[in-house]
Antibody, heavy 126, light 107 residues
Framework: EVQLVESGGRLGRPGGSLRLSCVASGFTFGNFAMSWVRQAPGKGLEWLSIISASGDTAYYIDSVRGRFTISRDNSKNTLYLEMNSLRAEDTAVYYC???????????????????WGQGTLVPVSP | TQLTPSPSFLSASVGDRVTITCRASQGFNSFLAWYQQKPGKAPKLLIYGESTLQNGVPSRFSGSVSGAIFTLTISSLQPEDFATYYCQQLNNGPPPFTFGPGTKVEI
């Protein structure tokens, strides 16, 4: 059974940093691109970033590019999101998700997300 | 790319046939998926590639596309189907992935 378990969510301060982790099990982690998606309280889903299976290629949404960094350690079956220069509008539940599908772009393969973690809450407040 | 769902809120009864649409601002060469999310839970993939049912998803769910309009149909609404439904698109190329604002299906 595919399992994704996020951790690291805690109160963040504006301008501060946090690192989220997502531990995967039940599948060959190094074969899949992985993404982070967030959901602000009472709002919809917002895709943030995706990283290729090898970790060589990453894409970001404009609002987090330069502030957030996605990475992975395939030897530890773990996906990371380094969040810097936090803003109040970064307050959200952060989900990791496994990419699936056959569309390939710049080393990343996937056009949808077939497995999701339970999410980890990051409130950002002074 | 923008996704405009229709409707944003839907009131229905058990047994109803429910149709939710997403209009993509760029409909060509798009790859669209549908997700179901219940309060406090992670999204769950229902349909990908516009019309392919994810393993384990009941056959009452179906997806279709006509031009730039993508449709999710629930043929006979069940009590466990009351949730929010999101469409998600990737155009034929690099990200971003785009989620629609969601359609909430309530009793």
């Amino acid at each position: 059974e595919v399992q994704l378990v996020e951790s690291g969510g805690r109160l963040g301060r504006p301008g501060g940093s946090l690192r989220l982790s997502c531990v995967a099990s039940g599948f060959t982690f190094g074969n899949f691109a992985m993404s982070w998606v967030r959901q602000a309280p009472g709002k919809g889903l917002e895709w943030l970033s995706i990283i290729s299976a090898s970790g060589d290629t990453a894409y970001y949404i404009d609002s987090v590019r330069g502030r957030f960094t996605i990475s992975r350690d395939n030897s530890k079956n773990t996906l990371y999101l380094e969040m810097n220069s936090l803003r109040a509008e970064d307050t959200a539940v952060y989900y990791c998700a496994r990419a699936a599908g056959t569309i390939a772009f710049g080393g990343v393969i996937g056009d949808h997300f077939d497995s999701w973690g339970q999410g980890t809450l990051v409130p950002v407040s002074p | 790319t923008q996704l405009t769902p229709s409707p944003s809120f839907l009131s229905a009864s058990v047994g109803d046939r429910v149709t939710i649409t997403c209009r993509a601002s760029q409909g060509f060469n798009s790859f669209l998926a549908w997700y179901q999310q219940k309060p406090g839970k992670a999204p769950k993939l229902l349909i990908y590639g516009e019309s392919t049912l994810q393993n384990g998803v009941p056959s009452r769910f179906s997806g279709s596309v006509s031009g730039a309009i993508f449709t999710l149909t629930i043929s006979s609404l069940q009590p466990e189907d009351f949730a929010t439904y999101y469409c998600q698109q990737l155009n034929n190329g690099p990200p971003p992935f785009t989620f629609g604002p969601g359609t909430k299906v309530e009793i």
